[in-house]
């Protein structure tokens, strides 16, 4: 369902979820790490069961979403395939939709590990040996099937087409801007500008400025430009370079890779 290359500080490795568990790769893909076989509630042995949402933290964590609503925090050695399931962070009543670690420098006191689900709740983690929940934003009902952290703030794509800016040290909503007419499926932030892509049902792609003013510390957030992938339904849109220039697009039944870049 869903593939990530976690970057940690001594290794990369090619994270894949799917209805079974989690496989973890090398970077090229040549060997298998670690298998994990998701270990079903039994409340739940009637419902769809899947792992979604990746996202690797505090320099040595890889963390994985579930559908019963759980992350699970894998410990990764420097080297080699003694993997280990150090914790279970059970805070989310839904499904785990999207998992995304600070991509920039965090303020104090505002974590470094956001995690989403299918009711729009967020909750706001510091990692460490273990990880510690510093905030809960309640969900409206609506889908929260994105998210991505940038130097403390929290960028969410919902289902209704909205993107919503929180401070995560206060869980604050700072900006919320009607970005799509349909579902958004992907939100990816650029870390050395702070740009966010934005890919949704409606064919549409835009590209966004996060930034803050220096004077009243308001998050602020400018459009920059958009794309349309005719007749397609965008499911998939990453960019391809830390500052954002180019990116890259795909869609459902579309067996391409569609890349943008400066004219």
């Not at 403390?152 to 869980?171: C, D, F, K, P, T």
């Not at 349909?182 to 702070?194: F, Q």
Request: proline share 4%; hydrophobic share 40%.
């Amino acid at each position: 369902s869903q593939a990530a290359w976690c970057e940690l500080p001594a290794r990369v490795l090619l994270v894949l979820t799917s209805q079974r568990g989690v496989q973890m790769y090398e970077a090229d893909g040549s060997t298998m790490v670690f298998w994990h076989v998701l270990d079903v509630p039994e409340l739940l042995a009637a419902h769809s069961v899947f792992a979604r949402g990746i996202a690797a933290a505090g320099g040595r964590f890889i963390c994985v979403g579930t559908s019963f609503g759980a992350v699970l925090v894998f410990d990764i050695p420097p080297k080699g395939t003694n993997v280990t399931l150090s914790e279970v962070l059970e805070q989310h009543r839904d499904p785990i939709t999207d998992i995304a670690a600070e991509q920039g420098q965090a303020p104090e006191g505002a974590g470094d590990l956001v995690t989403a689900d299918d009711s729009g709740t967020l909750c706001l983690w510091s990692s460490g040996e273990e990880f510690t929940l510093l905030g809960k934003i309640p969900g409206s009902g609506c889908t929260c099937s994105s998210v991505a952290l940038w130097n403390g703030m929290v960028a969410a794509g919902y289902g209704n087409g909205q993107i919503r800016l929180w401070e995560a040290g206060s869980g604050r909503i700072r900006a919320q801007v009607n970005a799509h007419a349909r579902w958004i499926y992907a939100l990816d932030l650029a870390p050395l500008t702070g740009k966010l892509l934005s890919g949704a049902e409606d064919s549409f792609v835009h590209v966004w400025k996060l930034s803050r003013n220096p004077d009243t510390d308001d998050i602020e957030m400018q459009h920059c430009h958009s794309e349309c992938v005719t007749d397609t339904q965008v499911c998939g849109a990453r960019f391809c370079d830390p500052a954002g220039d180019t990116f890259a697009v795909t869609g459902y039944d579309l067996s391409e890779i569609l890349c943008y870049g400066p004219a």
